[in-house]
Every structure is written in structure tokens, then in C-alpha cells.
Nanobody, 121 residues
Framework: VQLQASGGGLVQAGGSLRLSCAAS????????MGWFRQAPGKEREFVAT????????YYADSVKGRFTISRDNAKNTVYLQMNSLKPEDTAVYYC???????????????WGQGTQVTVSS
């Protein structure tokens, strides 16, 4: 499985970005796809996750109501729509595949390369 993340960039506070994560290789409806982020000097942090099959979504409290995770099964792609961005959202964002819903990044076995999101105040 290979994951390719894209869509990061520089945006002003209050702005929006959409990240994409294209997956190649075998995926199953039981798998989940997650977004995590890591700011300098901080541990990798859970953002959101979605079940490939059912589309059920889960969010960190810090992004609930502002971020939306979705997937396009036909394209094997997962998206993270980020609205009302804040400077504290600045981080490298990673997509990852897991076998179960979990906020612990160590439970995810395949990772994309990361895409930088910078929110200026």
C-alpha cells in the first residue's frame, strides 16, 4: 500500500484548505484512513479518521466542526477539508491506513509522506 498526500500550503487564519490522500494497493472496507498532524517539537496528533466501507467518521475535539474527512472509494482517495483554520493548526499533516478506528498513531501501519500546512495570523 502506498499513500500520497497533497494539498498543503500557506493560508491566512480563517481560510480553508483541502488535503488529499491517494491510496494505491489493496484496501478493504474494514480498513480505516486517518489524518494526523505533527508540529515542531510535538508528538504526532490524531485529527480525524474514516472507515473505508461505512464512511463513519471520527474527529479530534480540536477540529470538530471545522474539519471534514471524506472518501471517494472509486478513486481510492481520502480528503480532509479544513475550514476556519487557526495558527495552531500549523503542522505537517500525514495520512495513514489502519485496521481499526484508533486515535493512537502507532496503530496505523502505512503512512503517506506528509504535507505542510501553515496558517498565518
Amino acid at each position: 500500500v502506498q499513500l500520497q498526500a497533497s494539498g498543503g500550503g500557506l493560508v491566512q487564519a480563517g481560510g480553508s484548505l483541502r488535503l488529499s490522500c491517494a491510496a494505491s494497493g489493496r484496501t478493504f472496507s474494514s480498513h480505516v484512513m486517518g489524518w494526523f498532524r505533527q508540529a515542531p517539537g510535538k508528538e504526532r496528533e490524531f485529527v480525524a479518521t474514516i472507515r473505508w466501507g461505512a464512511g463513519t467518521t471520527y474527529y479530534a475535539d480540536s477540529v470538530k466542526g471545522r474539519f471534514t474527512i471524506s472518501r471517494d472509494n472509486a478513486k481510492n482517495t481520502v480528503y480532509l477539508q479544513m475550514n476556519s483554520l487557526k495558527p495552531e493548526d500549523t503542522a505537517v499533516y500525514y495520512c495513514a491506513r489502519g485496521r481499526a478506528v484508533d486515535s493512537d498513531y502507532r496503530r496505523y501501519d502505512y503512512w503517506g509522506q506528509g504535507t505542510q500546512v501553515t496558517v498565518s495570523s
